[in-house]
């Protein structure tokens, strides 16, 4: 009975204290979860956003470019030389003293400095000497002659007079004025006219050099600009290479971090220093070129006054986009000018089977001496005369197989450049969307990478672990400022094909710096 006793109060004492254990490790569970949701909740809602980027939005949003933009500073002004890394410019003229571009500058210059605008010019002065050329046998032939000669001895039996001999010497002078001038000649008149179409054609094609030159001179400073937007990135990175580093040897002297991570954040900075430099050489390329195109002294120092942010399009239908480009690409009413141009040249080769009428008349005076005395008297003559080929040896005809060959090519031509114009608005439309949504995605990459590497940072700084996942956040973040740079200049790159595609080149624009919200 007593040892039933003893073991009832220990059994009991057993149960009292399994329920404080219990109740104990309950209460450390609590303290340790509360204190990893602290750390947590420190490191993912009050770490601060990076500044201008607005991370309210979900993930499945889009994107705020100017946020972005601004965040990456492809928003700011800069100047560039090349003996200096580009400085941001300042109310007035900065040491410098660079030469402000904007796009529209660019073009104009290099309008009239390119060689395509110079060529097209040169060829619209030679299609307006041929047009000349095929003029000229339509208009009046005049000329005049003179001639005194001394005839020492002359066989007059020779000449066919029998019984009489020598005769000489003698003196024979003759001085007038010869008059042709055609009354019809239809193979004449159709060359003049395909003459001038050709000079119409020479002018469509300085149009459209002009066009191709707004091309190159828009590509040349959006070049300028990705490459300065880079360069701005390669900046940004070593910038938070060299604070990473910082943080690292802060841990390692709290005892946190180890050299393992000093050295890892070491190599970051070393090849951060390499792409800078690398894309500083990228930079300068870039605004040589721009300097060669725009005809700008290449010792100058440029400052770009257009950036390289977003701008939305307003696309119209592709009805309406299909109908703007067949009437304003110079390329379509090039084509239809050679065709007629053709049409013209294979009416003369025709025409030349056809009977041609001209006038002819001389006037002037004839005689041994060019004075009264020596026997000169007033002559002349008129004429009207007709002519008409009969055999050229196959002249003709193989000249209006050729001119009929030549005016199928230029119709084939044509219809093919209906598609070509068709598949470049289908293209270029296609291309603005994808580049679009690039951008879009490229923008969100910036903002989530941005936090990301934020909320490593923490961590490490906490001492949850070593720098590992800083680096590779900061990875994806320098890769973020490449991939939208390039998604940006991309769809840059395909607006400008966009309006190319329509014809019309010279509406491309870029957002003006100098005036916040101006295109």
Not at 338 to 343: L, V, Y
Not at 352 to 375: H, I, T
Not at 413 to 419: E, G, N, P, T, V
Not at 493 to 504: D, M, P, Q, S, V
């Amino acid at each position: 009975m007593k040892s039933t006793n003893i073991l009832k109060v220990c059994c009991e004492h057993w149960r009292k204290s399994a329920r404080r254990k219990h109740k104990f490790i309950l209460f450390l569970v609590f303290v340790l979860f509360a204190g990893a949701w602290g750390i947590y909740y420190r490191s993912g809602v009050l770490t601060a956003a990076p500044s201008g980027v607005d991370l309210s939005e979900s993930a499945g949003t889009l994107t705020n470019p100017e946020n972005v933009e601004r965040f990456l500073g492809l928003d700011k002004v800069e100047a560039f030389s090349h003996q200096q890394v580009p400085l941001e410019s300042s109310a007035g003229k900065n040491s410098l003293d660079p030469v402000d571009l904007k796009l529209t500058d660019a073009i104009d210059l290099t309008i009239k400095n390119h060689l395509l605008s110079r060529e097209a010019h040169e060829r619209i002065e030679a299609s307006l000497g041929r047009r000349w050329q095929s003029a000229s046998p339509l208009l009046p032939s005049l000329d005049a002659s003179a001639f005194q000669q001394r005839t020492y001895k002359e066989n007059l039996a020779a000449l066919g007079f029998n019984g009489v001999g020598v005769i000489g010497p003698f003196n024979t002078f003759d001085a007038r004025f010869r008059l042709v001038q055609k009354i019809l000649d239809l193979s004449a008149l159709s060359g003049f006219k395909a003459g001038s179409i050709d000079v119409d054609v020479a002018r469509y094609g300085q149009e459209l050099a002009h066009q191709k030159v707004i091309l190159i001179a828009s590509m040349a400073y959006l070049d300028a600009l990705r490459a300065q937007g880079a360069f701005k990135a390669a900046q940004a990175n070593l910038e938070l290479s060299e604070r990473l580093l910082k943080q690292a040897k802060n841990q390692m002297e709290a005892g946190i971090a180890t050299n393992v991570d000093v050295a890892r954040a070491q190599t970051r900075v070393a090849q951060d220093k390499l792409r800078l430099a690398k894309s500083s050489k990228g930079l300068h390329d870039t605004y040589l070129e721009l300097q060669r195109v725009t005809g700008l002294s290449y010792d100058s120092t440029i400052q770009l006054l257009n950036s390289l942010c977003f701008i939305k399009e307003t696309m119209p239908s592709l009805k309406e986009a299909l109908v703007t480009a067949s009437a304003g690409r110079i390329e379509m009413r090039i084509a239809k000018e050679k065709i007629h141009a053709s049409q013209y040249r294979l009416y003369g080769a025709r025409a030349q089977m056809l009977p041609k009428l001209e006038f002819a008349g001389d006037y002037g005076w004839s005689g041994n001496e060019a004075d009264q005395g020596g026997g000169s008297r007033p002559v002349g003559s008129a004429m009207l005369r007709v002519t008409l080929p009969l055999f050229e040896g196959g002249m003709i005809h193989g000249e209006v197989k050729e001119a009929a060959s030549q005016k199928r090519q230029e119709e084939i031509y044509y219809d093919d450049l209906k598609r070509q114009v068709e598949e470049d608005v289908y293209m270029a439309l296609w291309t603005i969307e994808t580049s679009l949504e690039q951008v879009n995605a490229a923008g969100q990459v910036v903002e989530l990478s941005q936090r990301e590497l934020e909320l490593a940072s923490h961590r490490f700084s906490e001492g949850v672990g070593d720098n590992v996942e800083v680096v590779n956040a900061q990875t994806v973040l320098e890769q973020s400022r490449d991939e939208y740079i390039v998604a940006l200049t991309q769809y840059h790159a395909a607006r400008i094909n966009w309006y190319f595609a329509l014809g019309k080149a010279d509406s491309f624009h870029l957002k003006d710096t100098t005036r916040k919200g101006s295109h």
